[in-house]
């Protein structure tokens, strides 16, 4: 009896604390003119459980990545927080910011013309990281860097991030998305 008992209670206090334990997540980015890459590492209790390496390709060989068109695409991508506004919201809440790094450096071959992609992007750039220091938990500064190259056309940019988030957490989190999914899909469907 005493035995059933103490299996039981070390049992909910080993499921307890694997629930309540952090998974910390490193996102790093970078891409240069035409080659990018993101990795991504997830460490609990200081062991790499995973890592994955993306390979970033253009596609079109005309078409390439340049400074000037770097507001314009930032500007998309906030287009398209917007219209997933929600869902990103149910994860970010639960995230925990420990760092965030963002360093950009390119030229437009034309002084004026780099001075004005510079200011987009510091702009874009400032919605972005003040969006995410929003909805995310956490009180880091983020390190953001806009270094214009006025006389050449170059581009490069390096983001890195790390969260925490613990595992209840994340697994409230995946509940809420595939439920806010299905309601979505469900709502399509019907207007058909």
Not at 22 to 29: G, H, P, S, T
Request: with cysteine; net charge positive.
């Amino acid at each position: 009896m005493w035995g059933w008992f103490i299996f039981i209670f070390c049992l909910v206090l080993f499921v307890s604390f694997i629930l309540l334990s952090k998974l910390f997540i490193r996102i790093q980015a970078s891409y240069i003119e035409k080659h990018g890459s993101i990795t991504i590492y997830v460490y609990w209790f200081s062991i790499r459980l995973f890592k994955k390496d993306i390979l970033l390709e253009d596609k079109e060989e005309d078409k390439k990545s340049h400074f000037k068109d770097l507001p314009t695409n930032l500007h998309e991508l906030i287009g398209l927080i917007q219209e997933s506004n929600r869902l990103l919201t149910i994860v970010f809440r639960s995230l925990v910011l420990h760092q965030l790094r963002w360093h950009t450096k390119g030229g437009a071959g034309d002084a004026s013309l780099t001075g004005m992609a510079s200011g987009g992007v510091w702009t874009m750039k400032g919605i972005l990281s003040g969006w995410i220091l929003e909805k995310s938990k956490g009180s880091c500064k983020p390190d953001l860097q806009v270094i214009p190259l006025f006389q050449q056309i170059y581009f490069k940019t390096e983001f890195s991030c790390m969260v925490s988030i613990r595992i209840a957490q994340a697994i409230n989190a995946c509940t809420q998305v595939m439920r806010e999914i299905a309601v979505k899909r469900h709502t399509v469907k019907q207007e058909q």
